[in-house]
């Protein structure tokens, strides 16, 4: 959830209603409305709570034409024509909802037409990206400046490795259009011209729980983050994101 005096702004729907509904309550929201709801792609943990979400808040859809024609491949049948507010955006849009100001941006991922989003209110900027399997430059210009970073780090690449995955299915997640290891997240951490180190909180989501575990990515990335120069230190707050608990809220 994303949000500003006047503006709310939900990013994917994985969560069913009620689910949703108790983790926002967990950190002491109670929405009555949400005033729209932006969809990064297609795959079921983005999209499975939306029609009930959507339906709960009367709450407008944004996504592209090639993510909404794939809706279905992601929930029960029929579901997908039952949302009614479909707004159509496009990669590289920027565009206005309330007092919030969001860029939409392709990211590299094994879906119809993935997206990454950055948010602008009162002089703030947040950063949304996940399910991205490298960061291109064009990804990493659009994390620039954020006062709040929020970033995938799915899997350590030995876990995966030796993991339960089907070996098309371990291919597929360190593919270029798979998901980011924590070495590819500390890669560009420690990188003083990839990563600016401006924000005051970077969090890391999107853990693998099979491949993956909150201790080492923390590690990783803290390791990555002390082998930056002195000059460009990162003094914000690292934390790690869990798939059961809410985090938050973070205020800018």
């Not at 792609?41 to 939306?50: F, N, P, Q, V, Y």
């Not at 309330?98 to 209110?121: K, M, N, Q, V």
Request: aromatic letters at 6%; a negative charge; hydrophobic letters at 40%.
């Amino acid at each position: 959830m994303v949000e500003s005096a006047t503006t709310r702004l939900l990013v994917d729907a994985g969560l069913n209603r009620k689910e949703t509904l108790r983790r926002l309550a967990a950190l002491g929201e109670t929405l009555d409305r949400v005033d729209g709801i932006l969809i990064s792609h297609e795959h079921s943990d983005h999209i499975a709570g939306l029609p009930g979400l959507a339906r709960l808040w009367r709450a407008p859809v944004f996504l592209t034409a090639p993510t909404r024609a794939a809706l279905a491949t992601g929930l029960p049948d029929g579901a997908a024509e039952k949302i009614e507010r479909v707004e159509s955006i496009r990669a590289g849009q920027r565009f206005t909802i309330g007092d919030i100001e969001i860029t939409a941006f392709s990211i590299p991922h094994d879906a119809a037409d993935p997206l990454g989003y950055s948010f602008r209110a009162n002089g703030s900027k947040v950063a949304i990206v996940t399910d991205l399997g490298y960061l291109p430059a064009h990804v990493q210009q659009h994390l620039r400046e954020a006062d709040c970073l929020v970033l995938e780090s799915n899997h350590d690449l030995e876990m995966l490795k030796v993991g339960p995955y089907p070996w098309h299915i371990k291919q597929r997640v360190m593919s270029r259009t798979g998901h980011l290891s924590n070495h590819s997240v500390g890669e560009f951490l420690s990188d003083g011209e990839a990563f600016d180190a401006r924000a005051r909180w970077l969090v890391l989501a999107h853990l693998s729980e099979n491949n993956n575990n909150p201790d080492l990515a923390r590690l990783c990335a803290e390791e990555a983050l002390g082998r930056r120069p002195i000059e460009c230190a990162f003094r914000g707050e690292l934390h790690i994101a869990s798939q059961r608990t809410p985090l938050g809220p973070f205020v800018l």
